[in-house]
């Protein structure tokens, strides 16, 4: 269910940075985006999310922030892409 390296590097131009620049460097987006899909796909209880993403809370603010800016479409406009794929 995770993506692969290629997929991550045509997705991560579409990420944006940490919007003001403040506080800590955010960690690699690819740990949300994997973990987003795993928590909406299995529908597991947040306390169940793998250690290898980012925290449940971590996830949802960065689904809400990516849904509010669109950026969560832009993705899966691109993971939608045949190309992605070969």
């Not at 689904?63 to 190309?83: D, K």
Request: glycine content about 8%; charged content about 25%.
């Amino acid at each position: 269910m995770e993506l692969t390296n290629k997929q991550g590097a045509i997705l991560a131009p579409l990420i944006p940075r940490r919007p003001n620049g403040k506080g800590r460097p955010r960690r690699d987006p690819r740990e949300a985006y994997n973990g987003i899909p795993w928590i909406l796909c299995t529908g597991a209880q947040r306390a169940d999310l793998p250690h290898r993403y980012l925290s449940y809370q971590t996830c949802r603010r960065r689904f809400q922030e990516w849904v509010r800016e669109g950026v969560l479409r832009g993705i899966l406009e691109a993971l939608a892409s045949p190309c992605l794929w070969k």
